[in-house]
């Protein structure tokens, strides 16, 4: 079956810029996604990008999509203690939506 | 607002009851999805609605029951059969629905979630 797959934890010091990876394996996905959980709350979308796209910078937000290497990533510059969160990599293909299983980044003061 | 609402937020349940899940969504989506989220795990999809009076079976649907008679409610019933019911449930909803048989692609947009306790 298809797989996302990130890492864990994330830990960086407020002000700096924070980069969350995520793989997948399914190379006909047409959009990914990154959405923000916080604690006890539902899933809030991002961003997302298109398959035939590299690049999308969104105010602090900037991903990047290597589809050769079926690598996503989220960067958020001058991060902020009120971006610790759980952040959830999704694709979406023409059979599923799947998701990753979440990378807590923690941002200390 | 637009928006989707679940409800409640939390939800305590003895063990051997059913219990309903509340999810309402004004926003004319079309599609509706029902998630499943455990701690350290990503979200596990249980049943998915593309269009009212039809739903699907996702990847963990034993022990759940859905319905859609109204295009802006998917309420979710866990029976007494799901054997491990204590878990955080989150409704999405998404513009169109798909193709036949299969899921939509649309960006999913996502209630508050409910946080099911079972004692």
């Known amino acids: 079956g298809e797989d996302v797959e990130q890492s864990l934890f994330l830990s960086v010091r407020e002000g700096d810029s924070s980069v969350i990876n995520c793989t997948y394996t399914d190379s006909s996905s047409t959009y990914l996604y990154w959405y923000k959980q916080e604690p006890g709350a539902g899933l809030q979308l991002l961003t997302y990008?298109?398959?035939?796209?590299d690049m999308k910078q969104d105010q602090r937000l900037t991903v990047l999509l290597n589809k050769k290497d079926k690598h996503l990533s989220l960067r958020i510059a001058d991060t902020q203690t009120g971006d610790s969160a759980i952040y959830f990599c999704?694709?979406?293909?023409?059979?599923?939506?799947?998701f990753g299983s979440g990378t807590k980044l923690n941002v200390k003061p | 607002d637009g928006g989707i609402t679940q409800s409640p937020k939390y939800l305590f349940r003895k063990e051997g009851q059913n219990v309903t899940l509340s999810c309402e969504q004004n926003?004319?989506?079309?599609?509706m999805y029902w998630y499943r989220q455990d701690p350290g795990q990503g979200l596990r999809l249980i049943y998915y609605s593309q269009i009212v009076n039809d739903f699907q079976k996702g990847d963990i649907a034993e022990g759940y029951s859905v319905s859609r008679e109204k295009k802006e409610s998917f309420p979710l019933t866990v029976t007494s059969a799901q054997k491990n019911p204590t878990a955080f449930y989150l409704c999405a909803s998404s513009r169109t629905g798909g193709t036949s048989g299969r899921p939509s692609t649309d960006t999913q947009y996502f209630g508050p979630g409910t946080r099911l306790t079972v004692l």
């Open positions: 990008i298109f398959s035939n796209m």
């Open positions: 999704a694709e979406s293909s023409a059979v599923k939506f799947y």
């Open positions: 926003l004319n989506h079309d599609a």
